[in-house]
Each structure stands twice: as C-alpha cells, then as structure tokens.
C-alpha cells in the first residue's frame, strides 16, 4: 500500500524556481521515480515513452501550446454551489461572477456525472477530468478493503502537516494525474499552486506534482501544508500567517450586505431547523467574538474566509511570480466559506445568499487585481463547484414537495437483523458489521465465506433496505458490475473503484436528506446536489451561453487544450465551443 501511496513525479525545475522548493529526500524521489510506471497507462504510449526519458535523462519539450495559451490559469472551484445560486440572484451580482457571466462562456446544464457528490470527488474530478471510477476519490472517507480502516481521501500519516499539527496528508490516494501534473510534463518550469481553507480540496486539485497546496488550520488560524510537497512553510506563507490578517477578519461581525428587500427571494430569517438552531438570524457575531476553544471558532463559517482565501492567492502571485513569463502557471483556488455556511444553514437561506453577494464582489476584486498583473487577455478563469446541496427538508416539505430527513439509526435498524439472519443461513458463526455511510453500506464479512455466499448476505441485506418508504433504491457492487441499467446505475458506476467503494450504494429519494437534524448535506446523484455552475472567462475563451448537457469532466480537457496538453486520457472532452 505504501508504495501505492508515494507516486508523485520527481519535480522538474523550471528556470524561475531557483528559489524555491527544497529537493525530496532521495530516496523518495528513488522511490517516485518506480511510480512513473505506474503513469504510462494515463499517459498514452508516446507520452509515456517520453516520461519514462524524464527519469533519467532531460525533460520533455515543450509542447505545441495554443496560439492564446493564457499565462496564468485559474480555476476557483466554489465548495458547494448547486446553479440555482447563480441563477436566482443574477441581478443582484456585481462584481466577479456578473464578469463571468456577461463576459464569459457559461455552460448552463452542468453536472457532476458521479453518484456520491463530496467535496473530496468534485475537486478530484474538475482536476483530473476523470469520474471517481478512475481517480479513485470515491467519497471523503471509505472502508478500505485492503486494510480494514476507515480512510481519509487525503491521509497519508507519512507525511506530515509542515506549519501546524495533526495527522499527515497527501495526494497519495489519487489515481490519475490532476491537471497540474499534465502541465508540467508538456510545459517544464510551469508553475502550479492549489490554495483552499479545506486540505482535501487543496490536495486533490493541485495534485502528485505542485509547487505547493496550501489549507487553513481553523484550530489555529494559520495556513499549512504537507511535507509531500516542501519541508518547511514558505516565506510568504509564513509571512501571510503573521500578517494578523486571518485574526482582524474574525473580529467582524456578520451584517447583511443588503437591504432587506434584496433578501425577499430566500426564505424568512429566522428558522428552527437552521445551524441547530443556534444563531440563527441576522447579524452574527464576530467569531472572535465567540465563546469556545480553538482559534475563532465558526470563522470558516463566515465570508471572511473567502476574503482570506483570495488575499492569500494574491500573497501566491507575488511570491511565486505567477505569469512572470510565457509558460503558462496554473492557480487553483477553493472557496470553502459557502459549504461551511450552506451545510448550517440551507441553500435558501439569507445567509447563503449574502455569502454568494460577498463572494461575487471578492472575486470581482480579485480578478480586477488580474486584470492589473496580466491584462485582460492574460489570464484564463474558470469557475465550477464541486457538488451542491439539498434545501433543508424542512423547509422543502412546507413548500410543498414530498421531502423527508431521514433518521440514520432507523436504516442501520433495518440493517442489522437481516445481516444477521443471512449470515446464519450461510453458517457464519463469527459476528459480522456493516457501517452505513451515508451513501452506501460496507460490509465486513469473513474472508473465508465464498463469494455466492457473500453475494446472498449482501442482496439481504439490500433487499431490507428497500423496505424502508424512503429507500428509493439499491444496487449492489455485484449488480453494478453486471450491468444493470436501472435509474442512476450510471452514476454510482462512475463511483466504483474496487477496494474503496461501497458494497451496496443507497439511492434515497429526491429531496430527502439522509442525516440527523439541523443541518443539510449532498449526498445523492439527484439534481439538486449535482448540478452546478461551469462557466470559463479570458483571452482564449468565446463568450455564449451554452445549453447543451456538459460535466465537470469536461473542464480539465478544456484547459489542457488551451494549455497545450496533448493528450490527457481524460474521461470528458474539451468544450470546444467555448475557445477561440
Ligand atoms: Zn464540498
């Protein structure tokens, strides 16, 4: 497993890097060097044969690039943002996403094509333009087979957090080569940066090969990274953590940017089911402002830490001489503050819908500061999210629709029992488990039960949760992998990777929410936690409005056309009515 895990492509030192990242260990870079192999079968044969030259001999040319390939690229993928969001407050945007817009190519029928919609697997997708079937990033956590552990889509206990504490992390788990990896094979010395309040999000968009992917440590308020990718904390980074920035951002409180007028479109303030009903209406304290341990606590749930975010993109482009010359830099950026404040609070709430104004006018800001560093025509912004979420149950049944929050405990009580009278059948002695995540049940059976026999206890076990009035559907890795072509067996294909995945997937209703109260979540292929903005902006890209059905898998080979990359092995392909 462990030589599973370190597989990152030995750095290929580009002219402007001389100050910058420290070499890996040698033996790990011994060690990555295997892991080239492992890349061929991504990389096509010609590719491939090239990359195996890199191991030991001069990197590749550059390749052909487009004849407006942007200086600098960058993606800001919004943690959870379902398209409704940009649709119902058009009128009200200003700044960042009214450019995108009005000046952009905007895809209006996007969508994650994947079954199990986590952040872990959206940022996994947009940055490998691959499904979670071949990245692997089946959910944020799974039960890994080959270990018998929980697993974290980020974790890697070898390698630790560097400017903070806590267990390691790495993209070690990802499969396929993200973006930024195709960019430095086809342009050596470009740069490639992910920045995200979130480590998995950081991680899995800027991938195996980045000069750097940097998160917050809301316990501590200060920005870390993991040794995979350097030894120590960069200067500017360090220098950004004792700006005092982060602590005068939570010393805000929290007011409607405004009037109340403009708020008519989402529902009443004030609401039970909302954040635990803690705190629920308007103004919010300033987190600083709060009782409790660690560093401002609710801080990721305010807009500030969009702000934060996009300051320390800006601290990147200096400090890392992003578009400082003609190879073209890739800069991901991740707004977490909307899944913080969209999980507490509902996607129709005042607070979400202020926090998509706060944003709109940030990233107006932000690309005002692009404008200034590398003209219009230098840069190339793309915008998507990574999954979005369903309305607060609640909220959706008093308007009508057939919307329940479903108790957890009473599947795993349905659950149990059948487990138990199946396994009996099959002379299991032993106890056996089964977890319900919230999109799947894992099973641990013995390893010595025979695969029909596993087959019978698991098809039980299915069988009982259709039982339940708001179980719309299983499906079993078993019939999965048969073929069976029953509603969303597609999409929960797409999130099938062997060893990592569930044994059986739970498709609930529409509109219902499998989790305990005072919160919402996205957790089902329905619309409403899979469809999302996707639109592209810059010297390269034709404006339009494009209507046809896209996916998410589509970015990542639209920006390697422009970037000159050959040849990806991706799962979608380029949009290519959106490039000049
Ligand atoms: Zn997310």
Redesign the pocket.
């Known amino acids: 497993m462990d030589d599973g895990r370190i597989r990152g492509h030995r750095r290929i030192r580009g002219a402007r890097e001389g100050t910058g990242t420290p070499w890996k260990p040698k033996k790990l870079r011994e060690r990555q060097c295997l892991g080239h192999l492992r890349w061929l079968r991504y990389f096509g044969t010609a590719v491939g044969a090239a990359l195996v030259g890199t191991v030991a001999g001069p990197a590749l040319s550059p390749a052909p690039a487009h004849s407006q390939t942007p200086r600098v690229t960058v993606v800001v993928v919004v943690?959870?943002m379902p398209v409704h969001l940009l649709e119902r407050f058009d009128d009200l945007y200003v700044g960042g996403l009214r450019r995108l817009l009005d000046e952009g190519a905007v895809f209006t029928r996007a969508r994650h094509r994947h079954g199990i919609p986590h952040?872990g697997p959206?940022h996994a997708t947009l940055a490998t333009g691959t499904h979670p079937s071949a990245h692997g990033i089946v959910s944020n956590n799974w039960l890994d087979r080959a270990t018998g552990a929980w697993t974290y889509a980020a974790g890697d206990s070898g390698h630790p957090i560097v400017g903070g504490a806590g267990e390691g992390r790495s993209p070690g788990l990802l499969e396929r080569p993200a973006l930024g990896t195709h960019l430095k094979r086809a342009h050596p010395g470009a740069r490639v940066i992910a920045i995200s309040p979130k480590d998995r999000s950081a991680i899995l968009t800027a991938g195996h090969d980045a000069d750097g992917a940097y998160w917050f440590d809301a316990g501590t308020g200060r920005w870390v990274t993991s040794a995979w990718y350097r030894q120590e904390l960069p200067d500017w980074v360090a220098a950004f953590n004792a700006s005092g920035r982060a602590d005068s951002l939570a010393r805000r409180e929290w007011t409607p940017l405004r009037d109340d007028r403009a708020y008519l479109r989402s529902r009443a303030d004030e609401a039970p089911y909302e954040n635990n009903g803690e705190d629920t209406t308007f103004p919010h304290d300033a987190p600083a402002a709060r009782q409790g341990s660690g560093w401002a606590p609710g801080f990721v749930a305010t807009p500030w830490l969009d702000e934060l975010t996009l300051d320390l993109a800006r601290a990147a482009f200096d400090a890392e001489d992003l578009g400082g010359d003609a190879t073209p830099d890739l800069l991901w950026i991740g707004l977490s503050a909307g899944?913080f404040i969209g999980h507490a609070f509902g996607p129709w709430s005042r607070e979400v819908q202020d926090a998509m104004l706060r944003l709109d006018r940030a990233l107006g800001a932000f690309l005002s500061d692009l404008d200034g560093r590398l003209g219009s025509e230098g840069y190339v912004v793309a915008l998507s999210a990574?999954?979005g979420v369903v309305p607060m149950p609640e909220w959706a049944h008093a308007e009508g629709l057939d919307a329940r929050r479903v108790d957890r405990e009473s599947l795993t009580a349905l659950i149990r029992p059948a487990l138990d009278r199946a396994a009996a059948a099959e002379g299991v002695t032993e106890p056996v488990l089964a977890q319900l995540a919230y999109t799947g049940v894992y099973l641990r059976l013995p390893g010595s039960l025979a695969a029909d026999a596993a087959g019978r206890v698991t098809a039980a076990v299915a069988q009982a949760l259709r039982n339940h009035p708001r179980v719309a559907d299983t499906l079993t890795d078993a019939e999965l992998a048969a073929g069976t072509s029953r509603p969303f067996s597609e999409a929960f294909r797409r999130s099938r990777f062997a060893g990592r995945s569930p044994d059986i997937f739970l498709l609930g209703r529409e509109h219902d929410l499998i989790a305990g109260p005072g919160i919402t979540a996205h957790l089902s292929p329905y619309d409403h936690d899979v469809r999302v903005p996707l639109l592209l902006m810059g010297g390269a890209v034709r404006p339009g409005r494009f209507g046809r059905d896209v996916a998410t898998v589509d970015l990542a080979p639209t920006l390697a056309r422009l970037l000159g990359i050959p040849d990806g092995n991706f799962d979608g392909a380029a949009l290519e009515e959106a490039l000049r």
Request: hydrophobic letters at 0%.
């Open positions: 943690d959870q952040t959206g899944d990574d999954h």
